[in-house]
């Protein structure tokens, strides 16, 4: 069963300095938080959705490319997510969000990175456009560490834009930080902080689930209901298509080909500052 009892919650939670990661976000543009959605209610969400990864690959609903080739895919957990949503709510992570960055109250959408075995490193990349900043409130389901893929950020990133030459000729990489993450912790985060996955050279699915708030078009009074509340597996920056599957394998082969693409794109334009 998924604890979700509003006072368990709270007994397990830290307390949240405020004002001290207020500055640590502005600062650096993220902030940890240690040891803040319990360990039982998450190990029955990565069991849960492991069942469900399994029974999917073998369903209608699975594909092919996608994101499954390079090991990254996107999930919506949806009810597996309540328990955490609930904690979240309880022990002050919401209302430091939006302490953080102000956002709708309404603008929110619960998602997963489910990193698979074997998967390679991703581009290095923000989420969205830098005009459209959102939150992002990420759980680690399970310990994450430089085996399975802890997340890879570059701290101070989010203060300013950068077209994708500019990143690479600056090699603004070079301060990146890997950020392994125990069971129950969460990671705060700007949309807009540089940042990628990392191989998973466990035998074991890792998944990340990520909160996000204040992302243009969401309207959701509830997350984790939407279409259900039922789990579904989504693709993760490729697409399903031939072209798209030849474009996956050729990026994983060789990813120096989609370095250049994207610097050679970067070079005109503005890319990835606005949406226009």
Same mark, same amino acid.
């Given at each position: ?15 949240? @300095? ?9 600062? @650096? ?60 709510? @309880? ?93 129950? @912790? ?91």
């Amino acid at each position: 069963m998924l604890q979700t009892n509003s006072e368990a919650s709270k007994a397990t939670s830290p307390r949240i @300095d405020t004002a001290e990661m207020k500055r640590r976000f502005e600062e @650096d543009g993220y902030v940890v938080l240690r040891n803040l959605v319990p360990r039982p209610l998450l190990e029955d969400v990565a069991l849960r959705l492991s069942d469900e990864f399994n029974a999917w690959k073998k369903g209608t609903e699975s594909f092919e490319g996608g994101g499954l080739m390079s090991g990254h895919l996107n999930c919506f957990p949806g009810e597996l997510a309540r328990g955490v949503m609930d904690t979240l709510r @309880d022990s002050g992570t919401l209302a430091l969000g939006q302490e953080l960055l102000p956002t709708p109250p309404k603008a929110a959408r619960i998602g997963c990175n489910f990193n698979l075995p074997g998967s390679v490193a991703q581009h290095w990349h923000m989420d969205g456009a830098f005009l459209k900043s959102f939150l992002i409130i990420n759980v680690a389901v399970v310990d994450t560490d430089l085996v399975n893929g802890a997340i890879d950020v570059v701290p101070k990133t989010h203060k300013r834009f950068y077209k994708f030459w500019e990143f690479a000729m600056q090699r603004v990489d070079k301060d990146a930080a890997r950020l392994p993450l125990s069971q129950g @912790d969460v990671l705060i985060r700007p949309s807009t902080l540089w940042h990628r996955g990392m191989p998973n050279y466990s035998g074991k699915p890792r998944p990340m689930l990520a909160l996000t708030l204040g992302e243009e078009g969401v309207e959701n009074e509830d997350p984790c209901s939407v279409a259900g509340g039922r789990v579904q597996f989504q693709t993760n920056w490729f697409t399903t298509s031939l072209m798209g599957r030849l474009r996956e394998r050729t990026t994983v082969m060789a990813p120096i080909t989609y370095s250049a693409y994207r610097f050679a794109r970067s070079l005109v334009g503005n890319k990835g500052y606005a949406s226009f």
